[in-house]
């Protein structure tokens, strides 16, 4: 049977499209029933249909999990797979509260919002920032240590010039970090700023940093989704 399925799905493109988009329209309607049962003062009749439909849904994700999970040919790597934990995380919460008074268990229901990640499956954009990302991975990663780095010394270069000036806003460097954060990343809240000669000098350079820190990341994702889709016309051009 399993074969007999693997081998329909195979041969029959069509079909495996359709199911592909049943899936993805189901997952909208999912995330659209779950926003709509957060509503306050629903009807009775309104929270039972809801209800149902969570119940189909669930049960159809499930099918859907099993079948993919059969039909992999690896299924331990399908298990631990980042959409086959999504799909797995997918149903998990809503059986282990089916029919049992575990009031803290409804956090799971947070989980749901998994689904979304669930709806990228389908998604052949999605996928090439999946292959743009492995490409560019260790320059991010360097990158994003780089920025940990900056981040903390402007806080501590901020605490040095204002604490003294202003001991409530900047009283440590932990503080520091918030001012840090808003400003590197050019968003500036105003909710804390350097009042002092010194600090605002060293605002300015911050300042000039964080357009760096907006920039550069967003240079090396844009050059590795272009690689991605080279990468792809190419695969496509070989027979």
Do not use: C
Not at 184 to 200: E, M, N, Q, R
Request: net charge positive.
């Amino acid at each position: 049977m399993i074969v007999a399925i693997k081998q329909s799905i195979e041969q029959n493109p069509k079909l495996e499209r359709g199911v592909s988009l049943f899936i993805q329209a189901l997952i909208f309607l999912s995330l659209v029933a779950f926003s709509i049962d957060t509503l306050p003062n629903l009807e009775p009749q309104t929270k039972l249909a809801l209800k149902t439909f969570e119940h189909v849904t669930m049960a159809i994700f499930t099918v859907e999990y099993l079948v993919r999970l059969l039909i992999a040919p690896r299924k331990l790597k399908f298990v631990f797979s980042f959409f086959g934990l999504v799909d797995l995380i997918t149903i998990l919460p809503f059986y282990l509260a089916l029919g049992m008074d575990l009031r803290s268990l409804r956090a799971f229901r947070l989980l749901s919002l998994v689904r979304i990640f669930k709806l990228a499956r389908y998604n052949a954009a999605l996928r090439h920032f999946h292959t743009a990302f492995n490409i560019a991975k260790e320059e991010l990663a360097l990158f994003l240590a780089a920025s940990v780095i900056i981040l903390y010394l402007a806080g501590v270069g901020i605490y040095h010039f204002e604490y003294a000036a202003q001991p409530e806003a900047f009283s440590s460097v932990f503080h520091s970090l918030w001012w840090a954060v808003a400003t590197l990343t050019t968003v500036g809240y105003g909710d804390i700023y350097p009042i002092t000669a010194g600090g605002k000098i060293f605002t300015f350079f911050i300042l000039i940093i964080g357009l760096g820190v907006v920039a550069i990341p967003a240079g090396m994702v844009a050059s590795a989704l272009s690689k991605a889709r080279e990468l792809e016309a190419s695969d496509k051009e070989q027979p």
